[in-house]
Structures are given as C-alpha cells and as structure tokens.
C-alpha cells in the first residue's frame, strides 16, 4: 500500500517561512519524481515545484528564487522549503508522486492527503 504523508502546515506571517515534509512508503523512492502542488479556493491545482529521480528541479515561475524543494532517498521524504512567504501563497498543499512525468495532474500516480498553508498579511 502506497502512502505519502504530508506535514509542516500551518499559519506563518508573510515573510515567514515554512517546511513542508512528505515520508512515502510502499514505492521504490528513489526511482520516482516527487512534487508539490498547490490548491487555493476556487483555484485549479497547480503544481509547484518538482524534482526527479536523478536531483533536477523545477519551479513554477511565482515561488522561483523563494522555495526549494528536496529529497533524501535514505529518509524516502522530499520537503519544501518555503521562504519569504506571501498571502497568495495560501493553499492546500499536496505532495505528488509518478515514475516519470509529474504534470499535469492526471499524470500523477499517488497523492498525499494535503496540508494547509496560511500566510496572513
């Protein structure tokens, strides 16, 4: 049984951070792109940030230069970390996980069950 598990939520201030974790268990980690996405009410879910089997990243344009995201193949977690947060960032966030190609959503293999992010202003 496949499962990802999220933590590191909750209520920041804008210009705080945060860091996300997500422990999967039940695949080979190693051998998987991990990511993250994102989902504000009322808004598409979108993804974040990913990085594949081999150590490449990638970001969507509005967090570039603000998260990083990362991955311990011994600990089979991958984190987010969040910097100088803003309210737009606010959102469900959601770690992803497929054997290759991790976009669009339909792609996606397995989902963790979400954790809040509130930056307040």
């Known amino acids: 049984q496949v499962q990802l598990v999220e933590s590191g939520g909750g209520l920041v201030q804008a210009g705080g951070s945060l860091r996300l974790s997500c422990a999967a268990s039940?695949?080979?980690?190693?051998?998987?792109?991990m990511g993250w996405y994102r989902q504000a009410p009322g808004k598409q879910r979108e993804l974040v940030a990913a990085i594949t089997s081999s150590g490449s990243t990638t970001y969507v344009d509005s967090v570039k230069g603000r998260f990083t995201i990362s991955r311990d193949n011994a600990k089979n977690t991958v984190y987010l970390q969040m910097d100088s947060l803003q309210p737009g960032d606010t959102a469900v966030y959601y770690c992803?996980?497929?054997?290759?190609?991790?976009?669009?959503?339909?792609?996606?293999?397995?989902w963790g069950q979400g954790t809040q992010v509130t930056v307040s202003s």
């Open positions: 039940g695949i080979f980690f190693s051998i998987y792109t």
């Open positions: 992803a996980a497929n054997r290759h190609v991790i976009t669009p959503p339909a792609n996606v293999a397995y």
